[in-house]
Each structure stands twice: as structure tokens, then as C-alpha cells.
């Protein structure tokens, strides 16, 4: 049935312009949405299809409000608001309970009523699954772990033994959990394996992509902390600490030992070497590399924008003549000082 849009305005602190009985029942962006179905404007450079909307209700800011044809609620953050608006209206599907006859359930094993067991999913002994967790297909989880209250796990999402997993995650299909990191120690050109003998700990509202892999620690644990946000096939090796609230795009991989602060952003693809700190609040920027810690907060970038082909070429040749270039410049500068 939907939400009128004077109960969706309060429920998600906006100011409503228009017939507080008006229904909007689905979400659509600007360009496609028509009767009973909600739009938003939180880029201005989409701000050219607001005036052909046909959307029933558009959630933006007052500084755009007059240009909308149809009803507003104007908020001061339209893409936050907007978020709280697509749950009401597309809520989560709802949980169920119990335990699937294919799944196998190991021993001492302490699972609350209210959670859900899926088809195909192995539980070792000794896990603790709290309520309201919910556990699609083919899950693993390894002896010892530990689940908490009303997380889910999508389909085939490996956690491995003794792993800790807080409240209200979500953890979406494929991700692993608690796989060995890559320890090796070098012999007369042999490697040797160092075992890897922490754990991963998760904590509550954390969201890991699809395919991204978090390995245990090798002495210590693995830490992803509290309100964590991970895109899709992202890499966090043994010993990392993720602060609070941090986001994570995808393809990044952060090597062994590196501490990242609260409340940072790391773009799509970037590489972060080991044994780094990070400060709060740093931002990175896609496909850069960092090379050494980074003490205070701030935008970081490395990576190169792209280029018409032709003049990347040129100025790759240009770049192979620096070195030489400066000896020249170095030397003209020293014959310069002695004809002074």
C-alpha cells in the first residue's frame, strides 16, 4: 500500500510541499519515475531532469525545490533522506525461523529459535548464533565462531573457525571470513608457512561486499570495527584495523598490519602497503597507491587521470626524458654559476 507522503516526510524529517494524502508506493530515479513513485535530487548534475519529472514526489533541497513540478519534502541531506525513504518503501525481506532439513549442525552448538539455518549450510561445534541471525544457502561456519543478533549472511559465505561476527551485519554472497593470511617466512629460497593463529572480529552494522575476503591474524585478531562499510571483492589481510565507520570501495586490497582510522574513505582499486597507520577522517582517492602512513586527516591521491591516447603517449615519452632533461638543467646551472 505504500506510505502518504505526509507520514513518509515526518518519518524521515523532511518538509513536505504538496497533498500530505498522496501515496507513493516504489522508488525511481528522475528520468523513469511516473504516478505513486518517489525520485530524489542529490547531484546537481542531474538537476536537468527535475523539471520533466513525473514522479508524485520528489526529496531534494530548498535550493532546487522551485524548480520541481510536482510535490517536494526538502531536507538538508537528499541522499541520506532519500536512503531512509527506499527502506520504507522497500523494506528487507522478512526473516524466518528454524533450521532447513539440509543443513548439518554440529555439536554444543547454541542456536537461538528466532534464527534461520538454510539449505545446505554446515555448522561446526561449539558456534553460538544469536537471534534473528539469518543464514542463506551453503553457508560454513567454523568451529567456535560466533554470530550476533540479526545479521545476515547471503548465500555461500564462508566464516572460519573461532571468527566473531557483531549485530546487524550484513554480509553479502561468497565473502570469506577468517581465512589464513598470507604469512610465509623465507629459508634458503624456500618459503615456510607461518601458521596464523588470530581471529577475525567484526563488529555491529558492518556491511562487506560480495567476494571480499578478510583474513585472520597471525598472532593477533583481524579487526573490522564498528559501522564499517565494505565494497565488493575488497582484500584485508592479517592483522588490519579498520576504525569506525570507514568505507571501503571496491578492488582495494590493504596489506598485513596497517591501522586505518575512523571515519575515512578509500576509493575503488587503491593499494595500501603494511604496517601503516592512517589517521581519522582521511579520504584516498581511487586507484591511488599508498606508500607511507598518513598522520592527519585530509584528501590523498596518486593515480593518474585518463588521457586521450595520443596525448598519453606524448608525455609518457616526455616523462622517459626527465632524468635526463634535469642533468642538462643541473649542469647549464653549474657552468651559469662559474661564468658568474
Known sequence: ???????????IGGQLQGDPDCRVTTVATLQEAGEGELSFLANPRYRKYLHGTRASAVIL?????????????????????WARAARLLAPPAGSRQG???????????????????GPQCIIEDDVTIAAGVQL?????????SRIGDETRLGPQVTV??????????????????????????NEDGHWI??????????GDDVEIGANTTIDR??????????????????????????????????????????????????????????????ADHVTVTAMSLVTKSIPGPGMYSSGMPVQEHTAWNRNVGSFRELGELLKKLRRSGKHAGKSD
Request: hydrophobic share 40%; aromatic share 4%.
Open 1 to 11: 500500500m505504500g506510505l502518504a507522503l505526509g507520514e513518509l516526510a515526518q518519518r
Open 61 to 81: 533541497s530548498a535550493e532546487h525545490a522551485g524548480d520541481c513540478p510536482t510535490a517536494t519534502i526538502t531536507v538538508t541531506n537528499p541522499y541520506a533522506a
Open 99 to 117: 533450521v532447513h532439513p539440509g543443513a548439518t549442525i554440529g555439536s554444543n552448538c547454541s542456536i537461538d529459535a528466532t534464527a534461520w539455518i
Open 136 to 144: 542463506q544457502g551453503s553457508c560454513f561456519i567454523g568451529r567456535g
Open 160 to 185: 572460519c573457525y573461532a571468527s566473531v561476527i557483531g549485530a546487524r551485519a550484513v554480509i553479502h554472497p561468497g565473502v570469506v571470513i577468517g581465512g589464513d593470511g598470507f604469512g610465509l617466512a
Open 193 to 202: 608457512k607461518v601458521p596464523q593463529l588470530g581471529r577475525v572480529c567484526i
Open 217 to 278: 591474524g597471525a598472532l593477533g585478531d583481524t579487526l573490522v570495527e564498528d559501522g564499517v562499510k565494505l565494497d565488493n571483492q575488497v582484500h584485508i589481510a592479517h592483522n588490519v584495523r579498520i576504525g569506525r565507520h570507514t568505507v571501503v570501495a571496491g578492488c582495494t586490497g590493504i596489506s598485513g598490519s596497517t591501522d586505518i582510522g575512523s571515519h575515512c574513505r578509500i576509493g575503488g582499486g587503491v593499494g595500501i602497503l603494511g604496517h601503516l597507520e592512517i
